[in-house]
C-alpha cells in the first residue's frame, strides 16, 4: 500500500533551455510542432510564436534554424516526405507482387494507406490543406508528395481497370478519389454520429475503411463474399 502520510515534494523545475535526453533538439521539436500548426491552421493562420511555445524553445531560435516561415513550412514538408517513405516502399512492394490476386493487392493497398493515415493524422491534414492553399505551396505538395505516392501505385490501378475491379477511366481519378474517401476530418466519427447515432464512434473509422473496400472495389462474387465473411468475423463458405 502506497505511505500518503509524508508530504509530498514539489517537482525540481528543469533549468531553463536544457532538454531532457528523450526530447527531440530543437530544430526537432520545432518541425513537430510547425507540422501541427501547418496542418491545422494553415500557413497564413500558424503563428510562428505559438509553435516555438508549443515546441518549448525560444522563438528567435525559428530564424536560427529556419531562417522564415516559408523556409519552416518547407521543411515540414521535407520531414513528411521522409515519414512517408516507408510506407510507398510498401504500397510499391504490394503493388508488384504478382503472386498474388489483383483483388488482394488492390485491398492491401488501401488498408496500408488507411493505416498510414491514422497513424500520421497530421501528414493527413498537411496534405489536404496545403494541397489547395498558395500554388506555390501545392505545387511542392504535389511534386514532392503526391506524384511520388500515385507513381507508386499507378501500375496496380491501371490492372485494376483493365480487370473490371476498379471501374474508373484513369488511375488519377481513382487515387484522387480513393485519397478523398480515406481524407475525413479528425472529426469524423462524432461529425457521423451526428445523423447516424446508431454508427458507434469507436468503430466508425474501420467502418469507413471496409466501406470504401466494398465501394471502390469490384472483387469477383467469390472473393467479395469472402471480404464480407471475414468483415463479419466468420470464415468463408467453401
Known amino acids: 500500500m502506497i505511505n500518503t502520510s509524508k508530504t509530498a515534494t514539489a517537482p525540481?523545475?528543469?533549468?531553463?533551455?536544457?532538454?531532457?535526453?528523450?526530447?527531440?533538439?530543437?530544430?526537432?521539436?520545432?518541425?513537430?510542432?510547425?507540422?501541427?500548426?501547418?496542418?491545422?491552421?494553415?500557413?497564413?493562420?500558424?503563428?510562428?510564436?505559438?509553435?516555438?511555445?508549443?515546441?518549448?524553445?525560444?522563438?528567435?531560435?525559428?530564424?536560427?534554424?529556419?531562417?522564415?516561415?516559408?523556409?519552416?513550412?518547407?521543411?515540414?514538408?521535407?520531414?513528411?516526405?521522409?515519414?512517408?517513405m516507408p510506407v510507398m516502399a510498401e504500397v510499391?512492394?504490394?503493388?508488384?507482387?504478382?503472386?498474388?490476386?489483383?483483388?488482394?493487392?488492390?485491398r492491401d493497398l488501401i488498408i496500408t494507406v488507411a493505416t498510414f493515415y491514422a497513424a500520421h493524422p497530421q501528414v493527413r491534414n498537411f496534405v489536404v490543406r496545403h494541397g489547395a492553399e498558395a500554388p506555390e505551396r501545392s505545387t511542392l505538395v504535389t511534386e514532392k508528395l503526391l506524384r511520388p505516392a500515385y507513381e507508386s501505385a499507378r501500375e496496380l490501378f491501371q490492372a485494376g481497370i483493365a480487370a473490371g475491379i476498379i471501374r474508373s477511366s484513369h488511375p488519377a481519378l481513382f487515387f484522387a478519389l480513393l485519397n478523398?474517401?480515406?481524407?475525413?476530418?479528425?472529426?469524423?466519427?462524432?461529425?457521423?454520429g451526428r445523423f447516424a447515432p446508431e454508427i458507434d464512434p469507436a468503430t466508425a473509422w474501420t467502418e469507413l475503411l471496409d466501406t470504401t473496400i466494398a465501394t471502390l472495389l469490384h472483387l469477383p462474387p467469390s472473393q467479395a463474399a469472402a471480404e464480407r465473411a471475414a468483415s463479419d468475423g466468420r470464415k468463408p463458405a467453401p
Do not use: Y
Request: aromatic share 4%; glycine share 6%; net charge positive.
Open 92 to 106: 510499391h512492394a504490394i503493388a508488384t507482387d504478382t503472386t498474388r490476386s489483383l483483388g488482394d493487392r488492390l
Open 180 to 192: 478523398a474517401a480515406l481524407n475525413q476530418p479528425p472529426a469524423f466519427p462524432m461529425l457521423l
Open 12 to 84: 525540481v523545475a528543469r533549468p531553463k533551455g536544457r532538454r531532457s535526453k528523450d526530447m527531440p533538439d530543437g530544430r526537432q521539436a520545432l518541425l513537430i510542432a510547425a507540422t501541427e500548426a501547418f496542418a491545422a491552421q494553415g500557413f497564413d493562420g500558424a503563428d510562428l510564436r505559438s509553435v516555438a511555445a508549443a515546441a518549448g524553445v525560444a522563438p528567435n531560435l525559428v530564424r536560427v534554424h529556419f531562417g522564415n516561415k516559408a523556409a519552416l513550412w518547407e521543411a515540414c514538408l521535407d520531414r513528411i516526405v521522409v515519414l512517408t
